[in-house]
């Protein structure tokens, strides 16, 4: 059974930084694409970033050029730079693989944005 295991949320104060990370483990498929999507409070869940094995990127308008997402596909782990963190921009973020097959979800990662 496939698992995705978030790390990295915590409490940074507005306009810092943070690094999330997720690893994928168990059965896959056949890896196609893994990325970020954050639901704030109250809101649903929307898509930040994405990479696929080609290490193809997209991004939500915005987040670019703040965020950054990298992947190492050998390790099935995706990682997702964080900067300058607006104020109002706390969430959960989830972290997603799909494998042709179905599109699998990790439990989530806090961000709380406050000074």
């Known amino acids: 059974q496939l698992q995705l295991v978030e790390s990295g949320g915590g409490l940074v104060h507005p306009g810092g930084s943070l690094r999330l990370s997720c690893v994928a483990s168990?059965?896959?498929?056949?890896?196609?694409?893994m990325g970020w999507y954050q639901q704030g409070p109250g809101k649903q869940r929307e898509l930040v970033a994405a990479?696929?094995?080609?290490?193809?990127?997209n991004y939500a308008d915005s987040v670019k050029g703040r965020f950054t997402i990298t992947g190492d596909s050998a390790k099935n782990t995706v990682y997702l730079q964080m900067n300058s963190l607006k104020p109002g921009g706390t969430a959960l973020y989830y972290c997603?693989?799909?494998?042709?097959?179905?599109?699998?979800w990790g439990h989530g990662t806090k961000v709380t944005i406050s000074s």
């Open positions: 997603y693989l799909n494998d042709y097959l179905n599109t699998h």
């Open positions: 168990g059965s896959i498929f056949k890896l196609y694409n």
């Open positions: 990479i696929n094995t080609a290490g193809s990127t």
